[in-house]
Nanobody
Framework: QVQLVESGGGLVQAGGSLRLSCAAS????????MGWFRQAPGKERELVAA????????YYADSVKGRFTISRDNAKNTGYLQMNSLKPEDTAVYYC????????????????WGQGTQVTVSS
């Protein structure tokens, strides 16, 4: 019932910034919590950030805290992940996800997923 499409990935130098977008279609995006996950080669998918479907409560993985910011614009049915001070270890495929939950910290709590966008940070 919800389709998600990520964009904004690419190649960036260490210390640079990228903003990922997650465009949603289908049901009203404001009814869903949103999360960003990433998966690097040879590693498990991990939660990067999450935001409640209402209110401003957010969660960030320790590895990105202070560098990444999750946000959403419900009027545009779009979520964002602003990534600053990027490091080579941030290199991964980034996925956005949505679920009818207050906030989800595991991938199993999310119902809908985008196809991912590649982020590569050079040394």
């Amino acid at each position: 019932q919800v389709q998600l499409v990520e964009s904004g990935g690419g190649l960036v130098q260490a210390g640079g910034s990228l903003r990922l977008s997650c465009a949603a279609s289908g049901r009203t995006f404001s009814s869903y919590a949103m999360g960003w996950f990433r998966q690097a080669p040879g590693k498990e998918r991990e939660l990067v950030a999450a935001i409640r479907w209402i209110g401003s409560n957010t969660y960030y993985a320790d590895s990105v805290k202070g560098r990444f910011t999750i946000s959403r614009d419900n009027a545009k049915n779009t979520g964002y992940l602003q990534m600053n001070s990027l490091k080579p270890e941030d290199t991964a495929v980034y996925y956005c996800a949505a679920g009818r939950i207050w906030i989800g910290l595991t991938q199993y709590q999310y119902d809908y997923w985008g196809q991912g966008t590649q982020v590569t940070v050079s040394s």
